[in-house]
């Protein structure tokens, strides 16, 4: 047995980009600023506990995955760590183990590295010398700093229900190395969104996400991207100030479409929609069409389709799901999440 002399738990949860964080150069600094609902259902618990001397000037740990040793995490883990590795000299000399799980489904295509990063920042910092004497926002101001260097993506993970990471015009508080909660106005029909993920594949994603953003060095689209999504950030503040639908739903897909054509257009290029995604964003441009309800999509760097609708069609949207698009998913696999508030602290 090992002692443990010191432990932090939190829960981290995942987020979904509206506009996507895609191109990044060094260390994880973004290519052009990104907006996302962070989720509520899926997220990751992670639990930090610092055990006895590890006998080395360095430090050793040990990363647990549902009670099962998981070697295959170490690797990114070990990246982060070095990337803080100057503001860990708490933890220097020491073993420590890092038990987590997800509220999703094992290798469900969902990316854990957003929570899962978020978590493990979050647990560190609580332990630091310098996270127990922080301010409430200092302190998630530096969670969100790690997380970034962890994954880019987590570092929006540690707000809710809207965190904005990158520089960006007219947001004086923004900053590339960490996310800030959005503070414009939000109409009130965003604060009760529903995210229902399709899983449309299972497994490995074709492409990781750090391969996938090295694909933007020398791409011949990179620079009009970037700036479009400026200028979609732009637009997008002002249409969840407003509260118009139609122009949140067409900014979104078209972000979604432009992350899937960046991949496309790059050398190598990829294909990261299966069959059943096109099916599936064809059902749902019929059923919008036919019922002109406010369903809309958006797409990760993956074959899964996230449906993106206001509360009050709730029941619309998964009765269209259960009758039209079951039969195109994993095992008829869909999680229904919605917009969270951000990070618990459990321990
Ligand atoms: C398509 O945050 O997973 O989901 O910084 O290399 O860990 P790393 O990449 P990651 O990239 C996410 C890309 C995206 C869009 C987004 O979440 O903004």
Redesign the pocket.
Known sequence: MHMIENASSWRSPSNI?LV???G?YDP?LPANP?L?FTLSESFTETKLEILEESGRGDFDFEVFLDYRKAEDFKPKIQKFLGRIASELDFIKGRKFSIHTYNSFPHSSGI?S??SGMSALALCLLSLSPQGKVMSPSAFFQKASEWSRLG????SRSVYGPLGLWGKTEGIAESSDEYAIPYQGKVDPIFNEFCDTILLVEKGQKAVS??AG?GLMKGHPFAQQRFAQAHHNLANLQKILAKGDLEAFGNLVEHEALT?HAMMMSSQPYFILMKPNTLKIIELIWEFRRESQKPLYFTL??GANVHLLYPKHIEQEALNFVNKEIKLYLNNGEYICDRVGNGPTKLM
């Open positions: 980009a996507k964080y895609w990044k994880q990104s996302s990316a590295s957003a994954s880019g993506s987590a996400s750090t953003h992350l990760d760097a």
